[in-house]
Antibody
Framework: EVQLVESGGGLVKPGGSLRLSCAAS????????MNWVRQAPGKGLEWVGR??????????DYAAPVKGRFTISRDDSKNTLYLQMNSLKTEDTAVYYC?????????????WGQGTMVTVSS | SYELTQPPSVSVSPGQTARITCSGD??????AYWYQQKPGQAPVLVIY???ERPSGIPERFSGSSSGTTVTLTISGVQAEDEADYYC???????????FGGGTKLTVL
């Protein structure tokens, strides 16, 4: 079964750091371009960033609100995607989803995790 | 920064046709994708590459594109279609992905 499972969410103070993980199974993770998408409470979806497969360069791109503070990485030996979040702000409070385009192209996000909640509050 | 614009809400009666639009300057160059999200659940892809429907998505869901606007059409709306719908695309470079603000579909 194709599956993405996020973990690592929780409560953190403004200015703090947190690392999220996304464990993949049921598909060839090393070939996948992986994304993080977040959703603030009661708000819409927001793309956070993406990491390409190593065969495609392994490069990362980030949305403007998180660039310079968030880092996406991957460990293909562990089939795991990471999101390192530093200098957290209250506006980073959201459910964070990992997602990928497995069957219909890299930009057609057809596989999603269940999400992990991050709360930034003093 | 690049934005996609959707109406905040659309209401239809069961059996009617719902149309949800999404506008953006780069849509003539970049594909659009549509997601359905129900409360407490992760989004589900319902349309990819403007008008293609993934297997398992009912035929009543269709997509179209015209210039800077793409449209998700749900024909013969059912109560179970009540959800938030988001369009997604990319800026003109294709690098930075963006979601529309979302449209709440209410089935009266």
């Amino acid at each position: 079964e194709v599956q993405l499972v996020e973990s690592g969410g929780g409560l953190v103070k403004p200015g703090g750091s947190l690392r999220l993980s996304c464990a993949a199974s049921g598909f060839t993770f090393s070939n996948a371009w992986m994304n993080w998408v977040r959703q603030a409470p009661g708000k819409g979806l927001e793309w956070v960033g993406r990491i390409k497969s190593k065969t495609d360069g392994g490069t990362t791109d980030y949305a403007a609100p998180v660039k310079g503070r968030f880092t996406i990485s991957r460990d293909d030996s562990k089939n795991t995607l990471y999101l390192q979040m530093n200098s957290l702000k209250t506006e980073d409070t959201a459910v964070y989803y990992c997602t990928t385009g497995l069957n219909f192209g890299d930009d057609a996000f057809d596989i999603w995790g269940q999400g992990t909640m991050v709360t930034v509050s003093s | 920064s690049y934005e996609l614009t959707q109406p905040p809400s659309v209401s239809v009666s069961p059996g009617q046709t719902a149309r949800i639009t999404c506008s953006g300057d780069a849509l003539p160059k970049q594909y659009a994708y549509w997601y359905q999200q129900k409360p407490g659940q992760a989004p589900v892809l319902v349309i990819y590459k403007d008008s293609e429907r993934p297997s398992g998505i009912p035929e009543r869901f269709s997509g179209s594109s015209s210039g800077t606007t793409v449209t998700l059409t749900i024909s013969g709306v059912q109560a179970e279609d009540e959800a938030d719908y988001y369009c997604q695309s990319a800026d003109s470079s294709g690098t930075y992905k963006v979601f529309g603000g979302g449209t709440k579909l209410t089935v009266l």
